[in-house]
């Protein structure tokens, strides 16, 4: 036993997470770390073209949290990747040794309060960051990110961490968002920063890195409101910013209260400028009635140099946990967002903005696309959706489903040019987690691939990987078994050996 085991106090705290339904069931945490293997493939055969790593990062608290209530996406980061080669799997899970982990692993307890408030915590952190929301590869860098705070660097191997990453000095912002945007075009990493001078600022900070991994492009802004901007969308000549009607303040946090309150009194704003050359000045807010902006899918310019923007969208408020000022919040059951496009002109003075196009009419989210064509226009869309149709088997799943995260059934392939969505549907006891795609080959035309994604099986209370090949996407080309059960995890992406390879 080490040192600092033995210094642990006897606890005081309870060393049980609560029976919550965001600690409960298949959300109870995982907290494995280690390596298996030669993963079994109970069904298909993995395609012998891929040979790469899916990286995968969940919230897992790795100890019951101070805040008995805890928002489930507070948890500790920790990484999964699958390595895939020669159709065979190994995986390894690694948590991210933040401030955090390493500080409360020596107390034996959390240390840590509420979600994004400091003035919660038992001790003063240099870093808040949870790393659990993004794990990202640029330029021979993994990143774990957590959009309050820089992100920490992951051997992409081993998955060790490295340490916090400030792109050596450059880091202009105090936060980095967890959704950094790569141009496949010009190699350039699109990022920004909200809260970007500390908590309760209305600074917002866009920077781009060149492919050498130096800064360019650093423009300040300030926002309308405090409130939090989760993902963004980069066109060849424009930047977005949509905001979410959470708003922050400052003095609630003080008082113990939370980060973020639902504020139904605002609009829907989508910041605007230009991606090159801007000044702060140069922003404009459009606007739209108040909602929920989700993922974004992607954003580009078409003929008329208008931006086309697709993201899902809903009234409500998803994080429900997070309630108005009164305390009112949606029934989670009542929640569900529409695959949505903006159509609009950046360089109109009229702010407010046209009523987007309901591109897809199903409760969606986690959209992606091709990557190698972010930033131009995309004519496949990937999502996890809830389709009534599968028959999900909610009275047997329910016991031991546990809570917190918005369901999702079925895999889909939406096609924009004609509108239809294909599904691939796992079973009736199983939902799905976020997909990405990976394409077929490096010219293989755009959407022709496998989308790749973790399942959660309720009948085995394990997890399990699925390969589904977008040129037959009813069955699964492949389902890799998972002896252990990965609760709800946020993002993740496939890196291709060759890439890593490259920048070694
Ligand atoms: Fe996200």
Request: a negative charge; proline letters at 9%; glycine letters at 8%.
């Amino acid at each position: 036993m080490s040192g600092h085991f033995r210094s642990q106090p006897p606890p005081t705290e309870s060393q049980a997470f609560s029976k919550r339904p965001q600690f409960s069931g298949f959300m109870k945490p995982c907290r494995f770390e280690g390596e298996m293997q030669n993963l079994e493939v109970i069904k298909g055969k993995i395609p012998v073209e891929l040979d790469g790593t899916f990286y995968r990062v969940m919230p897992d608290p790795h100890l019951p949290p101070r805040i008995e209530n805890d928002a489930w996406f507070n948890g500790d980061g920790n990484i999964g990747a699958f390595r895939i080669k020669n159709g065979r799997c190994h995986f390894k899970q690694r948590y991210v040794r933040t401030e955090k982990l390493v500080r409360e692993r020596e107390a034996g307890c959390a240390l840590m309060g509420g979600y994004r408030n400091k003035y919660t915590d038992a001790v003063a952190f240099k870093i808040r960051s949870t790393a659990n929301t993004n794990i990202v590869y640029f330029n021979g860098r993994l990143l774990a990110c957590k959009e309050d705070s820089p992100p920490y660097a992951i051997d992409p191997e081993t998955l060790e961490t490295i340490g916090l990453d400030d792109f050596d000095g450059q880091l202009p912002s105090l936060t980095f968002t967890a959704h950094p945007k790569l141009d496949p075009t010009t190699g350039e990493f699109i990022c920004f920063g909200y809260e970007a001078k500390g908590d309760g600022t209305p600074d917002v900070c866009y920077f781009s890195i060149a492919p050498d991994g130096n800064f360019q492009d650093t423009v300040w802004l300030v926002a309308p409101v405090v409130a939090m901007i989760h993902d963004f969308a980069v066109t060849e000549n424009w930047i977005l910013f949509p905001m979410i009607p959470q708003t922050c303040d400052i003095d609630r946090m003080k008082a113990g209260g939370e980060h973020w309150q639902w504020n139904p009194d605002i609009p829907f704003y989508i910041g605007v400028i230009p991606r090159h050359g801007a000044k702060s000045s140069d922003v404009k807010w459009f606007r739209a009635p108040n909602a929920f902006p989700g993922h974004t899918a992607n954003a580009y310019e078409n003929a008329d140099g208008n931006i086309v923007f697709d993201l899902p969208i809903t009234p409500k408020n998803v994080f429900f946990w997070w309630p108005d000022k009164d305390g009112n919040a949606p029934d989670p059951e009542s929640i569900a967002s529409d695959f949505m496009r903006f159509t609009f002109d950046p360089r109109s003075s009229d702010l407010d903005l046209p009523k987007p196009e309901i591109l897809l009419g199903e409760d969606c989210e986690f959209v992606r696309i091709d990557d190698r064509v972010a930033t131009r226009p995309h004519s496949h869309t990937f999502l996890a959706i809830m389709d009534p149709k599968v028959g999900t088997n909610w009275p047997v799943m329910a016991p031991v489903m546990g809570g917190g995260h918005p369901p999702y059934n079925s895999f889909g392939h939406f096609d924009h040019q004609t509108k239809k969505v294909q599904k691939y549907s796992p079973g009736t006891m199983h939902l799905v987690q976020e997909p990405i795609f990976i394409p077929r080959s490096q010219d293989a035309p755009e959407g022709d691939g496998w989308l790749m994604g973790l399942i959660n099986n309720y009948a085995t209370m394990s997890s399990e990987l699925h390969i589904v090949d977008t040129a037959d996407f009813q069955k699964p080309c492949a389902i890799i078994n998972l002896p252990i059960r990965l609760r709800a995890g946020l993002h993740g992406n496939w890196v291709d050996a060759q890439d890593i390879a490259l920048s070694a």
